[in-house]
């Protein structure tokens, strides 16, 4: 009986000891920089005061493909990074290869800019190879550089082969060395060295040993469908709900996501549980003229398909007031009198916010200073617009604020 003890103790210590190793969550120092760079107020002394909190795992916090501010997007070493600073739910994108296996990549054409492939033998695959950019005789531009590389032009076996880099081209470059090497500033190259690239399933069996909930994006095909004459988008949506099921993976700890709402129709009505929590992400608002109204008279009709997560960029759920403060849109309003949970899309996407943010806050520019601001606008998206979760290049900044929070 002693010995039963003492092996079931040890069992419970190792159980422990592999829980901890789990939830050891390392925000770094970004976030404190971020909170110390705040203008003064009442928001400001309540994050500071978190400072020397323990954090721990946020299912607010969503790794967008992993934590691309510095690693290579999509690769396991940025999944990796975005656990382990406490993102709750991290994001595949799915796309297609040659031969019809699923891989995480944001679109099924950017692996020239996303992968080091112009520089290995199989850049002769590409659909574009690279081409330089021409100039005149006085120097002006008038060509820009350019290729095209997909998924769909290459085997599973050879996209594996692959390796991750910043996502970046120089389009103004007469050299392949000049096109890949274009990082932006306020981006990195230091983790940049290895950048291994993940298969669909095997991303679904990381995320298992990672502990965290899964968000895959289902890819708009950049090829025609049905592609090979046979592979529909049917088959294609079908096909990656396959590989959770194979996997074991729970429904309920995967958020299907597409900007197609017939892909969210399609899950809604042949894998209703996993339909039931499918996220709409919604990019009409800015791609139709008057695109905003009329996603907001849609909000209905969409709740009314059984579509539960609705999720827009930021700038969309937020405007200013007469007095340049930030607030809800009237877009984030008729979503929550429509009850449809909010997602966002995405913090520390775009660099330094002194000069406005860039796209991702043109609706509150006016209001923006500094880098600290951010935790303004994630306030008031948690607090006002009340979001579920939010995507982010950089999970630990959201961490942050949820663990603070409470969220």
């Avoid at 809800?328 to 309003?333: E, H, I, T, V």
């Avoid at 966002?344 to 775009?350: A, G, K, L, Q, V």
């Avoid at 601001?373 to 939010?390: G, P, R, S, T």
Wanted: charged share 25%; aromatic share 10%; hydrophobic share 35%.
């Amino acid at each position: 009986m002693v010995k039963l003890l003492k092996v079931t103790f040890g069992l419970v210590l190792a159980f422990i000891s592999f829980a901890n190793a789990q939830e050891n969550i390392q925000l770094g120092v970004r976030p404190y920089y971020l909170v110390n760079d705040m203008d003064e107020s009442s928001l400001k002394k309540e994050l500071q005061l978190c400072v020397d909190k323990t954090p721990s795992r946020t299912f607010f916090s969503i790794g967008h493909r992993g934590a691309p501010l510095q690693f290579p997007e999509h690769t396991r070493e940025s999944y990796v990074a975005a656990a382990k600073m406490g993102a709750g739910i991290i994001e595949c994108d799915v796309a297609f290869t040659k031969d019809k296996e699923l891989v995480c990549r944001h679109s099924q054409c950017d692996l020239h800019t996303t992968t080091n492939i112009l520089a290995t033998p199989l850049a002769s695959k590409c659909t574009k190879e690279f081409t330089p950019a021409v100039y005149d005789k006085n120097g002006k531009l008038i060509k820009e550089a350019s290729a095209m590389c997909c998924t769909s032009d290459i085997t599973l076996a050879e996209f594996k082969s692959l390796k991750g880099k910043m996502d970046a081209s120089n389009k103004t470059a007469t050299t392949l060395e000049e096109y890949m090497d274009a990082t932006a500033s306020f981006r990195t190259d230091l983790y940049s060295q290895n950048g291994t690239l993940v298969s669909h399933k095997e991303s679904i069996e990381l995320f298992k040993q990672l502990g965290v909930k899964m968000t895959p994006e289902l890819k708009t095909p950049s090829v025609k469908m049905p592609f090979n004459k046979d592979y529909t988008q049917e088959d294609y949506a079908q096909q990656m709900i396959n590989e959770y099921k194979q996997a074991g993976v729970k429904p309920s700890d995967v958020f299907v996501q597409s900007f197609n709402i017939e892909d969210i129709k399609y899950w809604i009505k042949n894998e209703p549980k996993f339909g039931l929590q499918a996220v709409y992400l919604d990019d009409d608002v800015y791609n139709e003229k008057d695109g905003m109204q009329k996603q907001i008279a849609k909000m209905k009709e969409f709740s009314k398909m059984g579509i539960k997560y609705i999720a827009p960029p930021l700038q969309i759920l937020v405007t200013l007031d007469e007095n340049k403060k930030i607030v809800p849109s009237k877009y984030a309003l008729e979503a929550q009198k429509q009850n449809m949970g909010i997602i966002t899309w995405s913090i520390e996407r775009s660099g330094p916010l002194k000069n406005g943010g860039g796209w991702y806050y043109s609706s509150i520019k006016d209001a923006i200073n500094n880098d600290g601001d951010m935790y303004e606008l994630i306030d008031v998206l948690a607090q006002k617009v009340k979001v579920k979760a939010i995507f982010s290049d950089w999970p630990a900044t959201i961490t942050y604020y949820a663990n603070c929070k409470g969220l």
